[in-house]
């Protein structure tokens, strides 16, 4: 089925319920305590939001970077 032609998501590969899901999933990988594991969550962390950055010109990355750590509330503001 056509998207319609003003539709952002139309050129975007991820929508918003990537962005939760991989939040979601960031959150429950997130590592306390060896730095060198911190560390790598961080470098994931970084590789996710500058991927949805050029993905998403409105993507908001300090959000999504909030998002990923333990106990933060995930669900977008509609």
Excluded at 23 to 47: F, L
């Amino acid at each position: 089925m056509p998207r319609a032609s003003n539709s952002l998501s139309s050129r975007n590969k991820f929508a918003k319920r990537h962005y939760e899901a991989i939040a979601q999933a960031m959150q429950h990988a997130h590592v306390i305590g060896d730095p060198s594991y911190r560390n790598q969550w961080e470098s994931v962390r970084n590789e996710f939001a500058d991927m949805f950055g050029r993905d998403n010109c409105q993507f908001k990355r300090d959000r999504f970077m909030h998002a990923c750590e333990p106990g933060a509330n995930v669900r977008a503001r509609s």
